[in-house]
């Protein structure tokens, strides 16, 4: 086999490997923002089955590695006759994923507005949808901003996963790359600063964000 | 339609419950070590010596913002660069520790910093060593504070254990690869892989909440 030495080059396709990461985590969190909405409002709703079918699908997201779920996405699109894509697998599975860690968020982030909210504005003659979209949700929204872009820095760090199934994102283009080179410490070194370029300054700002939010709830 | 074979899934179910055993015993060590290199980080993050806090700081920084998986790659593959080869198990561990060691240096700081400064005056007025004032005063309660975000975290580090089997480590979801290669039955035996880590994740959390009970019961303060 022939080593290439790890240069300019290389370094440039592991950096732009980068545009899949973040193509994958923006599918997966616009996906899963609209599934957890949903999985938040049944959590939150008076329906007694559909409450307790979401409360499940919540555990059994949280209580499983998020790696056998790529994989049961992967081979269960595969037996359904779908054959094995990893993109469309991968985007699944993520989807999945973030709508039942936002939805067990953003449900608590609907409980932790107090009830005399609802109350009033049922008082005031508002119904369901509109008691949500201009009573409750708004609220929420300001108390879910922090704890969701944690999430997101999780959700990100988690799409290096699809490099197992085969999908080429960043860490999957870092292997590629050591294979050639064989220099893993350069490579994964490489590989994780981009992560981090990624990841900190989302964390930075969830941290202000909370930061800011505790000092203004504080009485 | 496709017909479910569980049938060479449960003929090496010994060999997945084998890979569980290793899960639990890789996720307990490396909490227990975790733990220990948490409260030596926290403790250090207290120090008067600046570079040594910033230090810490960046290794919390570095590690919850990278992938587990790029970690045990730079463990496992770029390590041996440098001179240090492991096993892909003892690799596996060392990671997880590491790994572990950055949230709980948070969450045990988070309970130190729930300690009255009052507590540890009172301690030092009773005549306490320092060492009586950390255990006594200023661990145990901090322990208890943090007790639930300690055992959530423990089940996350026992769920990201999975992504150990990507360097051939001896664990449940390796396993899973094995017999999934040597059956070809894929959903069926990962499936029955995912089950066992659901079972675990329940288990545990049923035995943390007995646990919770039996050794935090002395009154909380008022």
Redesign the interface.
Known sequence: MLIRPFGWNEFWIIVLAAQWTIALSVIAFAGGGLGGLFIALVRVSDAKWPRLAATGFIRVFQGTPLLMQLFLVFFGLNIMGFGINPWIAAALAFTLHAAAFLGEIWRGCIEAVPSGQREAATALGLRYFNRMRYVILPQASKIAVAPTVGFLVQLIKGTSLAAIIGFTELTRQGQIINNATFSPFLVFSTVAAVYFLLCWPLSVLARRMEHKFSRATKR | M?EFNFAPVLAGLDRLLVGAWLTVQLSCAAMILGLALSILCALGKTSHIAPLRWLIDGYI??I????????I??IF??????GLRLTPNSAALLALVVNFGAYGTEIIRAGIESIHKGQVEAGTALGLSKLQIFRHIVMKPALRTVYPALTSQF?YLM??S??V??ISADDL?AAGNDLQSATFA??EV??V??LI??GM??GFSAIFSVIEKAAFKYPLSR
């Open positions: 496709y920084e570095v919850r913002n990278t992938p587990f998986l790029v970690q790659f730079f593959f770029g390590l041996p660069t440098l089940i769920l990201t999975s992504v089997s990507a979801a894929s959903f990962y499936i892989v995912t880590y659901l994740s329940m």
